[in-house]
C-alpha cells in the first residue's frame, strides 16, 4: 500500500500510526521476502513490512530533503497547526531505569506517554552518523511526534518520549523544542552493563538468531552506530559485558555531555541508587520538577510499588577479571560520577 497524500485518507490514519507507534510487525525486509544487505544498526523506518511503511517513508524522505525538493504536487511535511504541548524527554543509557522511571510519568492524566518510538531512535542514528542536520532532524522529529499525538487523540496532553537512543538527540530536542524539559537517570554503569548482558542484544550468541530491534540494530555483536569508528573490530570481537559497559559510556556521555548548559528548570537528574531507595522523595521532587505537585502521590506510590532495591549492588558478584573490564572501558566516567 502506498499512501502519498495522508491527508485526504483519514480513515486509514488511525490504524497506520498505531501500528508505527507500537513498532508491531516490523521486521526488516527486502520487496522479495529477503533480508536485505543492511549494517546492523542502519536499519530505515521505510524497509519495515508494516502498514505504516509508507507514509513513514513519506515523512522521513521529505523531512530529510526539505520542503519542495522532489519537485511534485505530493505532500511534504511541514511544522503542524497544532502545536505540542511542551514535551518531556526521558533518556540515559540502556538498563539504566528509563522505562522504570517513564512508566511512572506516563501515568499523569496531562501527559501522552510513548515508549521508545521508531522515528526517535531513526533519527539519532541520522543525526549521530552525520546524515541530518539539526534542523532536518528537527523536522523529522516535529512531523513523527505530530503524528504520535494524532494517533491517539492525545491533544491538550504533554507528549513524553522514553527513548535511551534520544541521549544522542538532546541538544537538538533542546535548540528546537524550547520549552521541552529533560529528565536523565544515571545508574552505576556497572549494574547497568550486568543487567544488559542479561538481554540479547549485544550478546554474541543471539548472531545464530536474525532478529532486529525496532527502528534499531541487528541483534548481536555488531557495531552500532554510536561505536567510535576506529573501534568496530574490536566491538565485533569483544565479550558481552565489554560491549554493555560500552554502551553505558556512550550513552551516558552523550546524554551528560549535551544537557550540561540546559538551565535547572528545564533538565532534572536522577539517580537511579536514590530512586529505588527513596522514591516517595524523588517522585515529588519529579512532580515539582514537571509542574504537576498535585499528581505526586500518585506518581510516588507508583514508583514505590515498583521499585527494586536488589537491582544495586549486582556487579559486586563479578569476578575480579570481568569487574577489570567495566573499569578499564569507564572508569573514568563511573570515577565522575562519583561510583568510583
Known sequence: MRVSDPVNRKHKALPILERFRRGTNMTPTSSR?????????????????????????????????????????????????????????????????????????????????????????????????GSWGSAQTAKYLRSAYWLLVASRLEWGRRLCDKTP???????????????????????????????????????????????????????????????????????????????????????????????AQLPEGRLLTVRYEHLVSDPHAVGQRLAEFLGEPRSATSLMNHLAATANPASVGRWRQLSRDEQSVLTDEAGTLLADLGYL
Open 165 to 259: 537512543q534520544a541521549s544522542f538527540l538532546v541538544s537538538v530536542l533542546a535548540e528546537h523544542f524550547p520549552d521541552s524539559q529533560f529528565v536523565h537517570i544515571v545508574r552505576d554503569g556497572r549494574d547497568a552493563a550486568v543487567s544488559y548482558r542479561e538481554r540479547p542484544w549485544l550478546r554474541q550468541d543471539s548472531s545464530a538468531v536474525l532478529r532486529f530491534e525496532p527502528g534499531g540494530g541487528r541483534w548481536g555483536p555488531y557495531p552500532r552506530f554510536w561505536t567510535e569508528a576506529d573501534r568496530q573490530e574490536e566491538f565485533r570481537t569483544t565479550s558481552d559485558l565489554h560491549r554493555c559497559i560500552w554502551a553505558w559510556r556512550r550513552f551516558t556521555e552523550a546524554a551528560a555531555g549535551q544537557s
Open 33 to 129: 521476502g529477503t533480508t536485505p544487505a543492511t549494517p546492523a544498526d542502519e536499519v530505515a523506518p521505510w524497509r519495515f513490512r508494516s502498514a505504516g511503511a509508507a507514509l513513514i517513508r513519506t515523512v522521513a524522505a521529505d523531512a530529510a530533503r526539505g520542503p519542495g525538493a522532489r519537485g511534485d504536487a505530493r505532500w511534504t511535511p511541514s511544522p503542524p497547526r497544532i502545536q505540542l504541548r511542551p514535551p518531556i524527554f526521558i533518556v540515559g543509557a540502556p538498563r539504566s531505569g528509563t522505562t522504570y522511571l517513564g512508566d511512572a510519568v506516563g501515568r499523569l492524566a496531562s501527559v501522552a506517554y510513548h515508549f521508545e518510538p521508531v522515528a526517535t531512535k531513526y533519527a539519532a542514528q541520522r543525526f549521530a552518523t
